[in-house]
Each structure stands twice: as structure tokens, then as C-alpha cells.
């Protein structure tokens, strides 16, 4: 058996740790390969975390592309090989005219669970503009949906199952900027990398908006660290990078801003 207890202590997300839990349990008792449904990034790093201290179990983790934001998790035995293939992943293509009528992630993401599934089941939903979305599914709910997603806002659409390698993916924009600063805060850092004053950053912290590593952190003092993720609601996420101490210790860092 697993050290349960000793893994959901100081975890935010117990309920879906308690989850993979039973799940690495079920796969070192059967042999077999276990999948979650889709995690969200913060529910991800935390067993992903947890898990990397236990040498019974080996997992893999896919979205269906490599800049996924939802993922399912694979686990089995550290004895059985894994990788991208052994997570059951499905992509829909949700085509409609959206000219007149554009529909936002929020608005696909609604009629899917208008439909009665639940948010676990889908993963990222790719909007194409006037043409529709493509959304990744559990592949049991894709005939459930090509049934019964026949309408996004006033379209009405046609819902049919694709091949993942006909996504639709666009590539980031990336941006490779350097910053001077006399400290590693959240604010200063942030700031510098989004582009945007230190006191409209420190606002955004305080009301929630911000996570780092995809945990919310509201004190602006927060000390980031090199290889940290900042992702700001809205306005897209900073990597931090190199750092290096200047003659007059100050802090020059290397960011990339994705948007």
C-alpha cells in the first residue's frame, strides 16, 4: 500500500490526490495501465510532485498536444513501460457558422456541459473563429457528444470525431527579454515581464489573479526563483530563466513571455 496519508498532507487539491492515490494503487494490484480523467495544471503539479518520490509506480502525462493545459495522467507499475500512447485521448471537431454569432472558449466549453458530461471529461478546447472549435475529450464521451452537441449559443453545429493530428495548433508567441531588478518579488519581477507598472501588478496579485507554478499567490513579496512559471489571467505567462548577481547585487534575469 501507498503512504496515503503522508501524500494528501499540505496538498490543496486532496480529493484528486485521493484519486490518483487509488488509482497507482490499482495499477500496481492489477498490472495494468490506469488513466485519470483530465487534471488542470494545478491539480497536475501536485501529483506529479507527490508522486516523484514513489519508486512503485511510473507516469505519464498528455493533453493531446505539447502546450496542453488540461492533461490526463497514465500510471502503472514502475516495471511497465509508458508513454504519450498509453493516455486515451479523443479530439471532436465542432463546426458551425460563427460569422454573426462568435462563440468564446466559455461558450463551447458551456454547451459541452449543457450536454450533462462533466468538466473532468474534457480537456483543452481549441476556438477557430467563425469556423468553430476542436475540443479534446475522454474518448468514451465522443459519440455521446457527436449526439448531442448540436448547438453553440444560436449555431448550429455539426459534432464529429477528428484525428489529433488534426488539430489546429498554434505555436506561442514567444518574447526573450532581460531585466535589472533589486530584488526577486513577484511584483518586480512580474511587472518587468508583462509590461505593465509594479502598483497595477501588486493590484493584480492582491485580488487572486496571479499564480506561480499555477498556485495562487496573492503577497507581492512572494521570492520567485529560476525556472518559475508566472501566469497572469487573461494576459498570458512568464518563465523565469537565468539569473545572475551583478557587482552592485542587483538581479539580472532572463525571462520569456508567452502569449
Given at each position: 500500500?501507498?503512504?496515503?496519508e503522508?501524500l494528501?498532507?499540505?496538498?490543496?487539491?486532496?480529493?484528486t490526490?485521493?484519486?490518483?492515490i487509488d488509482?497507482?494503487?490499482?495499477?500496481?494490484?492489477?498490472?495494468?495501465?490506469v488513466?485519470m480523467?483530465f487534471?488542470?495544471?494545478?491539480e497536475?503539479?501536485?501529483?506529479?510532485?507527490?508522486?516523484?518520490r514513489?519508486?512503485?509506480?511510473?507516469?505519464?502525462?498528455?493533453?493531446?498536444?505539447?502546450?496542453?493545459?488540461?492533461?490526463?495522467v497514465?500510471?502503472a507499475?514502475?516495471?511497465l513501460p509508458?508513454?504519450?500512447a498509453?493516455?486515451?485521448?479523443?479530439?471532436?471537431?465542432?463546426?458551425?457558422n460563427?460569422?454573426?454569432d462568435?462563440?468564446?472558449h466559455?461558450?463551447?466549453?458551456g454547451?459541452?456541459?449543457?450536454?450533462?458530461?462533466v468538466?473532468?471529461?474534457?480537456?483543452?478546447i481549441?476556438?477557430?473563429?467563425?469556423?468553430?472549435?476542436?475540443?479534446?475529450?475522454?474518448?468514451e464521451?465522443v459519440?455521446?457528444?457527436?449526439?448531442?452537441l448540436?448547438?453553440?449559443?444560436?449555431?448550429?453545429v455539426?459534432?464529429?470525431?477528428?484525428?489529433?493530428?488534426?488539430l489546429?495548433?498554434?505555436e506561442?508567441?514567444?518574447?526573450?527579454?532581460?531585466?535589472?531588478?533589486?530584488s526577486?518579488?513577484?511584483d518586480?519581477?512580474?511587472?518587468?515581464?508583462f509590461?505593465?507598472?509594479?502598483s497595477?501588478m501588486?493590484?493584480l496579485?492582491?485580488?487572486g489573479?496571479?499564480?506561480?507554478?499555477?498556485?495562487e499567490?496573492?503577497?507581492?513579496?512572494?521570492?520567485v526563483k529560476?525556472?518559475?512559471?508566472?501566469?497572469?489571467r487573461g494576459?498570458?505567462r512568464?518563465e523565469?530563466?537565468e539569473v545572475?548577481t551583478?557587482?552592485?547585487?542587483?538581479y539580472?534575469?532572463q525571462?520569456?513571455?508567452?502569449?
Amino acid at each position: 500500500m501507498l503512504p496515503k496519508e503522508d501524500l494528501l498532507q499540505s496538498v490543496e487539491n486532496r480529493e484528486t490526490m485521493a484519486r490518483a492515490i487509488d488509482c497507482a494503487e490499482q495499477a500496481i494490484k492489477t498490472w495494468e495501465i490506469v488513466a485519470m480523467d483530465f487534471l488542470s495544471p494545478p491539480e497536475l503539479m501536485e501529483i506529479e510532485s507527490a508522486f516523484e518520490r514513489l519508486t512503485e509506480i511510473n507516469m505519464v502525462a498528455w493533453g493531446g498536444y505539447p502546450q496542453a493545459e488540461r492533461k490526463r495522467v497514465a500510471i502503472a507499475r514502475a516495471d511497465l513501460p509508458l508513454d504519450k500512447a498509453s493516455v486515451p485521448i479523443a479530439a471532436l471537431d465542432i463546426a458551425g457558422n460563427f460569422l454573426f454569432d462568435p462563440a468564446s472558449h466559455r461558450d463551447f466549453l458551456g454547451a459541452m456541459l449543457g450536454t450533462g458530461i462533466v468538466r473532468e471529461k474534457t480537456g483543452d478546447i481549441i476556438v477557430l473563429g467563425e469556423r468553430g472549435a476542436q475540443a479534446i475529450v475522454v474518448p468514451e464521451m465522443v459519440e455521446f457528444l457527436e449526439m448531442n452537441l448540436t448547438q453553440v449559443r444560436s449555431v448550429p453545429v455539426k459534432t464529429q470525431a477528428i484525428a489529433l493530428s488534426e488539430l489546429k495548433i498554434r505555436e506561442p508567441k514567444k518574447k526573450e527579454l532581460t531585466t535589472v531588478e533589486a530584488s526577486m518579488r513577484l511584483d518586480a519581477i512580474a511587472s518587468a515581464g508583462f509590461g505593465m507598472s509594479r502598483s497595477k501588478m501588486a493590484d493584480l496579485i492582491n485580488s487572486g489573479d496571479v499564480r506561480v507554478n499555477w498556485k495562487e499567490i496573492t503577497q507581492p513579496s512572494y521570492q520567485v526563483k529560476p525556472e518559475d512559471l508566472i501566469a497572469i489571467r487573461g494576459k498570458g505567462r512568464l518563465e523565469v530563466g537565468e539569473v545572475q548577481t551583478t557587482k552592485k547585487q542587483r538581479y539580472r534575469v532572463q525571462l520569456t513571455r508567452y502569449k
